[in-house]
């Protein structure tokens, strides 16, 4: 009984038309074979729902809107019935309609009365297991994919009632949409427009994930530091918001981004709060330390082998100098030959199947290891320090962090090469200087703020 | 706000000051010492009195707004060259301490080069970055300052009886020189001239924070001046040149990785002299940017001012770091700090007609 | 950020950096072209009067120190009119750079006491790269010997020489341990006198014998201390315990160990003239040898025993000293501390000094008799 166009008629005697509007937007649809326009008729009462059957969960529609309306007695009690549902939405026109028809909604026609009701079917629905921040104690489950979820999920964690949401509509072709949330009270204001006149201010053609997102949110077209912290935590989010922080959720996309930070958010693990002062302290502290020889190390191991040995003791020096007799090359290409390799090792191994994964830890390690040094390619020393940066760089519980650290190592072993030790301490001056400069929405980057003790520092 | 003042005390204990006292060392240097210290204390009260009635307003801008353009530019101008001279002794005596004690080998210019780029980095930032900077620096270095002072102090061959022997100098007159030198290290609060900006409220300046520059610039002083004397010996100290290094070069930190203190000392030295040269500059280019705007040199749509000075003062420190020995470099920065009460009495001045015509 | 200008900064960058690596050259010197220099040793040269003869001890690193059993050491000898002419011409003995930056034993030779040791220690101070914590010392015969010697229980990579001084092997008071900085001070200081370990070695140069020491002023001869006296002087002026007295009364010997002294010295003045100098001594031990056996009561009468014995001894040291108008331990000093700095100050102690009475009070602590009676 399918007509030309795909509207059911009904065989019966009584000819119904869609209302112009179904139409007009059934022609716009173009005709895509997931539009459904359906005729709901019973004795003389009649309306037309219009929906796209791939987004709209059919036993909802089912339950919610068709049973009803062929056991209610007439269109008046069908239509304030429909007006009282719970997922109803405020009617749209034009360019916006057919988005949230997109998106799942259901039009109703009910005798030149239009609504729009939400019925979305949600299939990446299911909080995940935390996989990028993984914490002993604490909760164990992350985002999902549908905001719907995580917004669930924030809401239960933090009912205070100034928490705000906030939803504002991404303009590319994913049409994704896009919540803010903070908690009224605690918020600041200024920051709280800057970021609203950077999301107006975006525009691109394809916002995947959060990730985009964070990128095309950054001030800067080429910058190094992250302004932004991705998490998937849900503790983590509810510890931010109480903070007086910004989260921003995109449906699709697991990873929240939390605005504005401060480098010292970057260093603080959720596992922090979960265990005794003294602990979490000595960790903390413990991950600073494990920052600075990150960066530091093999800048200093150029520094002191080939500009100034005579800061080292005798006898330490003498085992430096013992351990180079024989490598062919000056010593920061054996560090920048070194480093490179690692950084292949720790790239590959993000990558690596699992049936392979030990062995090409085995290869790296030990052979690398042994084996050049038998070689006379590198020395010893140079191998613990590659180790222990290697080590060191994981440290830090925010990856993205991780990967600018690495970069800045680079730069400072090329700032140390060039002038020696003034240039090692000159270029960590520079560093500070660097991030000091940076703000992440107007607040200072690398600030230390006194007058809250937390440790993650406060806004 | 400390900050400001800490950091130009600190650094002043390595630099030249304490070269000069101890050539005055016969002549009554305690004696200045202690003036010095009432004066400096006494001066730094005025100072943040004075800006106190302005708070908010950064030097240029309340000069701008109260007084004759005649008045204030060679004023500022002024102040920019001092500051700048001021950075460029800090500078060289540096460059010329790392040489001398570290590396032989390296060239001046390489040297001044790596500081010059990175201070240059830092001057074009905003004031306020510069504060933090300051700030975090400051208290990375400290523990390590304090650590180093420690032990200089307790060190077993640090004969005490030198120390005495050159209190018993008690009673000979004081002499100018080393009277400007000694109040050179409480100049760090001038630098306030461009800091005030942040300072929105005024800054309590009571009782309690006299007693603490006080107590902390006696004490600096102290220790600048006596503890090398401890090491070296009263006789022979006047012919060291740098006097704090060779201090620290004679103690031994038995079981650590580094055994000589020196390189702790030129590094936290280079750290500290880092601060204090960006925090001249940085002074100094915000001086000359209020004067000097050149309109004519834009470049897609950047004023490219600032870059203008940078690049100049860069030129004019590489081009001097190979004409100037160090006795060039000691002589002028004696009559540079000869000059600097000058400064004050300028500084005052000015600061005294624009509250009288602020109040008009 | 225009795209043309992105392309011409990375360009300048490049640019930049090749420019800069050319330059790299100053003073970028990888560890294995640079010998490091741990002792050196002046003599007076044996050809030409009044030049100097200058042995380097330089140690050569060994790619694994667990396998070594001996450590290498190469030698440079060279003579020239002064230290700075030698030190360049051995620079080309060499094919790489020498690092003075780890020298830490400076041994002078005896004869040069008298005249030149200004000289000598201007040099080495006068370099900022040279420590100012290195160790002097003077060698007995010829500097050159005693930098040879290679004691057979050295390790790979350390220097017995310096651990004789350092405190962080041996810790006897025979040995005195001077630093650059402390000898420098000390002779230009006017109330103290500077000094040095006498350093020397066995006949076939396989062992180093640090046990006496030597007081230098300027303008005349050394004067050396026997084990003895260097005791003594180091147990007055640096508090070092660990040395032992043999006291002989009618019935046994007992000899004393140290264990702790503590040493407190006063110059006692009239009217601005030194009339006596006043030495409190407290020392605590116990009793290491003894040929009868001993009782704890009477504890009370080998400390009076120890203190007799004790109150000899300094005073023999202290007199003699005295006599040849050398002030080791810092008397001098001292009184310059009691009074207001004028120009007669020095002139009155120089002139009181050699006259001035001891007056000591020796305190013995005897702890206990060892593990036997």
Same mark, same amino acid.
């Given at each position: 009984m399918f007509s030309r166009n795909g509207v059911f008629r009904l065989c019966a005697n009584e000819k119904q038309t869609a209302p112009e509007l179904m139409e007009n937007i059934f022609e716009k649809l173009n005709r895509s074979e997931d539009v459904l326009t359906i005729p709901l008729q019973l004795e003389n009462n009649n309306a037309f729902i219009l929906y796209l059957k791939t987004v709209v969960d059919g036993v909802k529609l089912q339950n919610i809107i068709i049973k009803p309306f062929f056991e209610l007695k007439s269109m008046e009690f069908f239509s304030s019935y429909i007006q009282s549902l719970p997922d109803i939405v405020k009617m749209k026109t034009g360019e916006e309609l057919l988005i949230q028809l997109m998106k799942g909604h259901v039009l109703i026609a009910i005798q030149d009365k239009f609504f729009l009701v939400d019925i979305k079917m949600i299939t990446a629905g299911s909080p995940q297991q935390a996989v990028l921040?993984?914490?002993?104690?604490?909760?164990?489950?992350?985002?999902?994919?549908?905001? !719907?979820?995580?917004?669930?999920?924030?809401?239960?964690?933090?009912? #205070?009632?100034?928490?705000?949401?906030?939803?504002?509509?991404?303009?590319?072709?994913?049409?994704?949409?896009?919540?803010?949330?903070?908690?009224?009270?605690?918020?600041?204001?200024?920051?709280?427009?800057?970021?609203?006149?950077?999301?107006?201010?975006?525009?691109?053609?394809?916002? +995947?994930?959060?990730?985009?997102?964070?990128?095309?949110?950054?001030s800067t077209k080429f910058s190094l530091f992250p302004t932004m912290i991705l998490t998937e935590r849900p503790d983590r989010i509810t510890y931010n918001l109480s903070n007086g922080k910004i989260i921003i959720m995109m449906d699709g996309s697991p990873q929240a981004i939390v605005a504005p930070v401060i480098f010292f958010d970057f260093m603080v693990s959720m596992e922090d709060n979960y265990h005794s002062y003294w602990i979490s302290l000595f960790t903390l502290t413990l991950r600073y330390v494990g920052l600075l020889t990150c960066i530091l190390l093999p800048a200093m191991y150029v520094a002191v082998t080939s500009y100034t040995p005579d800061i080292l003791r005798v006898e330490l020096a003498l085992s430096v100098a013992g351990s180079r007799l024989g490598v062919p090359y000056p010593s920061f290409i054996e560090v920048l030959f070194m480093l490179l390799f690692m950084e292949f090792l720790i790239e590959s191994s993000i990558r690596l199947p699992k049936a392979i994964s030990a062995t090409a830890t085995t290869v790296g390690g030990l052979i690398l290891g042994t084996a050049a040094t038998e070689a006379a390619l590198t020395s010893n020393i140079m191998i613990i320090i590659v180790s222990a940066v290697a080590i060191t760089s994981f440290v830090i519980p925010i990856s993205e962090m991780s990967f600018a650290i690495r970069i800045c190592r680079y730069l400072l072993l090329a700032f140390t090469t060039l002038f020696g030790t003034v240039g090692l301490m000159l270029g960590f001056l520079g560093i500070i200087m660097y991030l000091t400069n940076k703000d992440s929405f107007g607040e200072p980057f690398l600030k230390i703020n006194w007058k809250s003790m937390k440790r993650e520092k406060e806004v | 706000m400390y900050y400001l003042i800490f950091v130009t005390m600190v650094t002043n204990i390595i630099a030249t000051v304490p070269r000069i006292l101890v050539i005055e060392s016969k002549k009554g240097v305690i004696f200045s010492m202690i003036a010095a210290l009432l004066i400096g204390v006494v001066l730094t009260y005025f100072v943040i009195q004075l800006f106190n009635k302005f708070s908010g307003q950064s030097f240029p801008n309340i000069l701008k707004k109260y007084s004759p353009r005649w008045f204030y530019v060679p004023v500022i101008l002024y102040f920019a060259i001092s500051w700048f001279i001021a950075g460029?002794?800090?500078?060289?005596?540096?460059?010329?301490?790392?040489?001398?004690?570290?590396?032989? !080998?390296?060239?001046?210019?390489?040297?001044?080069?790596?500081?010059?780029?990175?201070?240059?980095?830092?001057?074009?930032?905003?004031?306020?970055?510069?504060?933090?900077?300051?700030?975090?620096?400051?208290?990375?270095?400290?523990?390590?300052?304090?650590?180093?002072?420690?032990?200089?102090?307790?060190? #077993?061959?640090?004969?005490?009886?030198?120390?005495?022997?050159?209190?018993?100098?008690?009673?000979?007159?004081?002499?100018?020189?080393?009277?400007?030198?000694?109040?050179?290290?409480?100049?760090?609060?001038?630098?306030?001239?461009?800091?005030?900006?942040?300072?929105?409220?005024?800054?309590?300046?009571?009782?309690?924070?006299?007693?603490?520059?006080?107590?902390?610039?006696?004490?600096?002083?102290?220790?600048?001046?006596?503890?090398?004397?401890?090491?070296?010996?009263?006789?022979?100290?006047?012919?060291?040149?740098?006097?704090?290094?060779?201090?620290?070069?004679?103690?031994?930190?038995?079981?650590?990785?580094? +055994?000589?203190?020196?390189?702790?000392?030129?590094?936290?030295?280079?750290?500290?002299?880092?601060?204090?040269?960006?925090?001249?500059?940085?002074?100094?280019?915000?001086?000359?940017?209020?004067?000097?705007?050149?309109?004519?040199?834009?470049?897609?749509?950047?004023?490219?001012?600032?870059?203008?000075?940078?690049?100049?003062?860069?030129?004019?420190?590489l081009f001097l770091v190979t004409r100037i020995d160090e006795f060039e470099l000691f002589k002028y920065a004696s009559i540079f700090y000869n000059i600097l009460p000058l400064f004050y009495f300028i500084l005052f001045l000015s600061l005294f007609v624009a509250k009288r015509r602020a109040k008009l | 950020m225009y795209i043309f200008s992105r392309k011409k900064r990375i360009v300048m960058t490049l640019v930049f950096i090749q420019c800069v690596l050319l330059l790299a050259g100053c003073g970028f010197k990888d560890i294995d072209n640079r010998l490091f220099v741990i002792g050196i040793g002046v003599d007076p040269s044996e050809k030409i009067e009044g030049h100097y003869k200058i042995t380097l001890k330089l140690s050569i690193p060994v790619a694994s120190i667990k396998e070594e059993k001996k450590p290498t050491y190469q030698y440079l000898v060279h003579e020239g009119e002064n230290i700075e002419e030698a030190i360049r011409i051995l620079e080309t003995h060499t094919d790489r750079v020498l690092e003075f930056g780890h020298t830490k034993i400076i041994m002078v030779n005896e004869a040069l006491l008298e005249n030149n040791v200004?000289?000598?220690?201007?040099?080495?101070?006068?370099?900022?790269?040279?420590?100012?914590?290195?160790?002097?010392?003077?060698?007995?015969?010829?500097? +050159? #010997?005693?930098?040879?010697?290679?004691?057979?229980?050295?390790?790979?990579?350390?220097?017995?020489?310096? /651990?004789?001084?350092?405190?962080?092997?041996? +810790?006897?008071?025979?040995?005195?341990?001077?630093?650059?900085?402390?000898?420098?001070?000390?002779?230009?200081?006017?109330?103290?006198?500077?000094?040095?370990?006498?350093?020397?070695?066995?006949?076939?140069?396989?062992?180093?014998?640090?046990?006496?020491?030597?007081?230098?002023? #300027?303008?005349?001869?050394?004067?050396?201390?026997?084990? /003895?006296?260097? /005791?003594?002087?180091?147990?007055?002026?640096?508090?070092?315990?660990?040395?032992?007295?043999?006291?002989?009364?009618?019935?046994?010997?007992?000899?004393?160990?140290?264990?702790?002294?503590?040493?407190?010295?006063?110059?006692?003045?009239?009217?601005?003239?030194?009339?006596?100098?006043?030495?409190?001594?407290?020392?605590?031990?116990?009793?290491?040898?003894?040929?009868?056996?001993?009782?704890?009561?009477?504890?009370?009468?080998?400390?009076?025993?120890?203190?007799?014995?004790?109150?000899?001894?300094?005073?023999?040291?202290?007199?003699?000293?005295?006599?040849?108008?050398?002030?080791?331990?810092?008397?001098?000093?001292?009184?310059?501390?009691?009074?207001?700095?004028?120009?007669?100050?020095?002139?009155?102690?120089?002139e009181a000094y050699q006259e001035l009475p001891f007056d000591l009070k020796v305190k013995v602590n005897l702890k206990s008799t060892g593990t036997i009676e």
């Open positions: 921040e993984p914490t002993i104690y604490g909760p164990q489950l992350a985002l999902s994919e549908s905001i !719907e979820t995580n917004m669930n999920m924030i809401r239960n964690r933090y009912a #205070e009632p100034s928490l705000i949401i906030e939803s504002v509509q991404l303009t590319d072709k994913t049409h994704q949409s896009m919540v803010l949330l903070y908690d009224k009270k605690k918020v600041k204001q200024s920051v709280l427009d800057a970021l609203r006149l950077k999301i107006e201010g975006m525009d691109n053609t394809l916002v +995947e994930s959060s990730g985009d997102l964070q990128l095309l949110l950054n | 460029i002794i800090t500078l060289f005596t540096y460059v010329f301490l790392f040489t001398t004690f570290v590396s032989i !080998e390296t060239s001046l210019v390489i040297t001044t080069l790596a500081f010059v780029i990175i201070v240059s980095f830092g001057m074009l930032m905003k004031s306020e970055s510069v504060l933090h900077t300051v700030e975090i620096v400051f208290l990375l270095l400290l523990p390590v300052i304090l650590f180093l002072f420690v032990k200089i102090m307790t060190d #077993e061959n640090l004969n005490w009886g030198f120390v005495q022997v050159a209190m018993m100098n008690i009673n000979t007159t004081p002499s100018y020189m080393s009277f400007s030198a000694a109040s050179y290290l409480f100049i760090g609060v001038v630098n306030i001239v461009i800091f005030n900006s942040f300072f929105k409220d005024k800054l309590k300046f009571g009782f309690k924070q006299v007693t603490i520059i006080g107590t902390v610039g006696a004490v600096v002083l102290f220790i600048t001046y006596f503890v090398p004397i401890g090491f070296n010996g009263f006789e022979q100290i006047e012919h060291l040149n740098f006097p704090w290094v060779s201090t620290s070069d004679s103690v031994r930190m038995k079981f650590g990785v580094i +055994e000589r203190v020196i390189f702790i000392f030129v590094i936290i030295f280079l750290g500290i002299s880092f601060l204090s040269l960006l925090i001249h500059w940085h002074v100094s280019l915000k001086l000359l940017e209020s004067i000097f705007h050149f309109k004519k040199l834009k470049w897609k749509k950047k004023n490219l001012t600032s870059y203008f000075f940078v690049i100049l003062f860069c030129g004019i420190s | 200004k000289d000598v220690m201007d040099y080495f101070v006068r370099r900022g790269d040279m420590q100012l914590i290195a160790w002097v010392g003077v060698a007995k015969n010829s500097a +050159e #010997e005693v930098l040879r010697a290679e004691p057979k229980a050295e390790e790979a990579v350390s220097t017995s020489l310096t /651990r004789y001084f350092d405190r962080t092997g041996t +810790e006897s008071p025979y040995i005195v341990s001077a630093f650059l900085f402390e000898f420098r001070r000390n002779s230009y200081s006017l109330g103290i006198d500077p000094v040095l370990p006498v350093v020397e070695t066995n006949d076939d140069g396989s062992q180093l014998i640090v046990n006496k020491s030597i007081i230098v002023q #300027e303008g005349r001869p050394p004067f050396e201390m026997s084990s /003895r006296f260097t /005791r003594e002087y180091n147990s007055l002026a640096h508090n070092l315990e660990g040395y032992s007295y043999k006291i002989e009364h009618e019935e046994n010997n007992i000899v004393v160990n140290i264990g702790k002294i503590k040493v407190k010295y006063k110059v006692i003045t009239d009217n601005k003239k030194p009339t006596a100098i006043e030495m409190k001594i407290d020392m605590t031990g116990e009793i290491i040898e003894s040929d009868k056996d001993l009782s704890l009561n009477n504890l009370a009468k080998y400390n009076k025993l120890a203190e007799d014995e004790v109150k000899k001894h300094i005073l023999e040291f202290l007199t003699t000293v005295q006599k040849e108008n050398l002030d080791p331990i810092g008397f001098g000093l001292q009184y310059r501390t009691m009074y207001l700095n004028n120009k007669d100050t020095m002139t009155i102690w120089n």
